[in-house]
């Protein structure tokens, strides 16, 4: 079993930058892809960023593309994801999530365990 919280959230200005962080707690962890997904009010859950657990590959939504860096510690059991260049439209609760297996992907039910997810505002 995987816990995952989440936290760095906050209100931010557009151009801005914040680093969202996720604490792990598990065997696992080191073995897993991980993710990062967001869900704006009255929208779908979506999909940000992905990373392997060796942190060989990495795999980013369009919109994100050039301005979010996903990162991990298996070490520390976190895994990270420095936004820059923040947009309104990058309002959403961000959750962190544990992917069943190695290659991780695009898809929600693809992962297993999930944080409690963390506010992410950006004004304009």
């Known amino acids: 079993q995987v816990q995952l919280v989440e936290s760095g959230g906050g209100l931010v200005q557009a151009g801005g930058s914040l680093r969202l962080s996720c604490a792990a707690s598990g065997r696992t962890f080191s073995r897993r892809g991980m993710g990062w997904f967001r869900q704006a009010p009255g929208k779908e859950r979506e999909f940000v960023a992905t990373i392997t657990p060796n942190s060989d590959r990495t795999y980013y939504a369009d919109p994100v593309k050039g301005r979010f860096t996903i990162s991990r510690d298996n070490a520390k059991s976190t895994v990270s994801l420095q936004m820059n260049s923040l947009k309104p439209e990058d309002t959403a609760v961000y959750y962190c999530?544990?992917?069943?297996?190695?290659?991780?992907?695009?898809?929600?039910?693809?992962?297993?365990?999930w944080g409690q997810g963390t506010q992410v505002t950006v004004s304009s």
């Open positions: 999530a544990a992917h069943r297996g190695v290659v991780p992907g695009r898809l929600r039910l693809e992962y297993d365990y």
